[in-house]
């Protein structure tokens, strides 16, 4: 457990660093002179860029263990950010982000199999990956705010450089107080069955997993990417990046108060995943719809049905996995996320003259709360799952 504590500051120090650019990205990009179109081509190729690293960190953690790319993801991200406060123009700043995706698609796949690892024990697993989602709530609950609040004190170039170093010292700590625990080590520790109330798709370690339970973390990675694409576009000046800051960190309160009801963990992950994204749907109609509830409010709503969601995803396929290659599921998950949140924001910044992201947002959604329930379908040809041999 004390690896597990080490890891969980190191990650709350790692998204408070990353998420406290949320609120200021858009309008440092526009002061640049970037376009909506431009920024929404940004913000796709950071996540597209994320892909080519989700496939090595696959490979790479179930082989080596994920510490050393744990290291090399947070250095590398600090370093481009050091890089990032002396751009001039959004080519240079869009060159930046592309290769920031790259260097931190190894940190959530090294983290997650690096806490899968930690015990073979499925409640205990879900518990791990709770307490994931509850650090990373927790950073980006003050985050936003702190972020925008940095740059309307110091400015766009001193506040990337101190957010850079910040992830620099992280890196560094992490060599000394994460310790690794090898695959083989974990593979070698008897599995435990999964708890009654869970339906569970549990079988041996070569279980397949079927493609469509990837269908739904594109869909919530796409309606985020929607969200924060259009939520720092309401700033246009220093007073506005504090409120769209203060807006995002609503969003991060409300997560934290569903993972704060651990009761939720002895619902079936599978049902928490379905009715989650079916109401994560519903508020962004709500959104799109028009103003019948306050923005905060309907933002809050946001949160908590994310704070549903985002454990119950990773203990849904490690039910899945059978428990083994912790590292290629959790990297085709991040390719999944990086996928809808390539998707999200270039369909926005397309699209958002003609009709409200919001709308495509609730349609990706609810999608992938209809075809989820298809996996555990018996008879499913063998090209429709994903095999992590």
């Not at 496939?55 to 082989?63: E, F, H, I, N, T």
């Amino acid at each position: 457990m004390k690896t597990a504590l080490w890891l969980y500051l190191f990650l709350f120090v790692a998204f408070f660093d990353l998420h406290a650019q949320y609120p200021i990205l858009t309008p440092f990009a526009i002061s640049l002179g970037a376009a909506p179109s431009f920024i929404g081509l940004m913000m796709g190729m950071y996540s597209i860029t994320h892909l080519p690293g989700n496939l090595m960190a696959g490979y790479g953690v179930d082989r080596y263990g994920s510490k050393l790319f744990i290291f090399f993801s947070l250095m590398g991200a600090g370093v481009l950010l050091l890089f990032q406060s002396y751009v001039t123009n959004p080519w240079q700043l869009l060159t930046i982000r592309s290769i920031s995706g790259f260097v931190l698609a190894f940190l959530s796949p090294a983290c997650l199999a690096l806490l899968a690892r930690m015990t073979s024990n499925r409640e205990e697993q879900g518990k791990l990956m709770a307490g994931n989602g509850l650090v990373h709530t927790l950073a980006t609950v003050i985050s936003p705010a702190a972020g925008a609040f940095l740059v309307a004190k110091i400015g766009f170039t001193t506040a990337f450089y101190v957010l850079g170093w910040i992830l620099i010292v992280t890196a560094v700590c992490s060599l000394f107080f994460v310790r690794d625990i090898p695959a083989t080590a974990a593979a070698a520790k008897p599995a435990a069955p999964a708890p009654a109330a869970i339906p569970s798709a549990v079988a041996d370690a070569g279980t397949p997993i079927p493609w469509l339970v990837f269908v739904l973390p594109i869909a919530t990675s796409c309606a985020q990417g929607i969200l924060s694409f259009e939520l720092p576009l309401m700033a246009q000046t220093k007073e506005a990046m504090l409120t769209t800051g203060l807006l995002f960190s609503v969003v991060s309160i409300g997560a934290l108060i569903t993972l704060s009801m651990l009761f939720l963990n002895r619902v079936s992950s599978f049902y928490r995943t379905l009715w989650g994204s079916v109401a994560l749907g519903l508020v962004y109609f709500m959104l799109a719809s028009g103003p019948y509830m306050p923005i905060a409010l309907a933002l809050l709503l946001v949160g908590m049905a994310k704070g549903v969601i985002i454990p119950a995803i990773p203990t849904l396929l490690i039910e899945l996995s059978g428990g083994a290659r912790y590292g290629r599921t959790f990297s085709v998950l991040s390719i999944a996320y990086s996928i809808g949140a390539f998707i999200g924001p270039m369909l926005a910044g397309q699209l958002r003259d003609h009709l409200s992201p919001y709308y495509l947002a609730f349609l990706a959604l609810m999608i992938a709360a209809t075809v989820l329930p298809f996996h555990r379908k018996r008879g499913l040809p063998t090209n429709t799952h994903f095999s992590l041999k």
